[in-house]
Nanobody
Framework: QVELVESGGGLVHTGGSLRLLCAAS????????MGWFRQAPGKEREFVAA????????RYTDSVEGRFTISRDNAKNTVYLQMNSVKFEDTAVYYC????????????????????WGQGTQVTVSS
């Protein structure tokens, strides 16, 4: 069983920055591909960013490309989402997810690929 705990959410003004963290435990971290998803009020949960086990492969949804950066520190069992130049439409609950995989460079954009989920952290962008 993998436990994922997100932190770093909060209130941020448009154009500002925020860094989300997700700490994983319960399984060797390097066996996990990681992802971030978000769910805005009244909307479906959507893919934001993903990173491979090795950290060498990354994928972003178009709306955050160039503004958000996903990274991981395998020594700390932690994945990060650096959010820069935030916009009002980035307001959502952000979820960390983990996928058990044997493929070192695989990244996953589908929710169905992920086996474990965190409880979510709220990000609110205000003007």
């Amino acid at each position: 069983q993998v436990e994922l705990v997100e932190s770093g959410g909060g209130l941020v003004h448009t154009g500002g920055s925020l860094r989300l963290l997700c700490a994983a435990s319960g399984r060797t971290f390097t066996t996990l591909a990681m992802g971030w998803f978000r769910q805005a009020p009244g909307k479906e949960r959507e893919f934001v960013a993903a990173i491979s086990r090795s950290g060498d492969s990354r994928r972003y949804t178009d709306s955050v490309e160039g503004r958000f950066t996903i990274s991981r520190d395998n020594a700390k069992n932690t994945v990060y989402l650096q959010m820069n130049s935030v916009k009002f439409e980035d307001t959502a609950v952000y979820y960390c997810a983990a996928a058990v995989t044997s493929v070192t460079y695989a990244v996953y954009v589908s929710e169905n690929a992920y086996h474990y989920w965190g409880q979510g952290t709220q990000v609110t962008v205000s003007s």
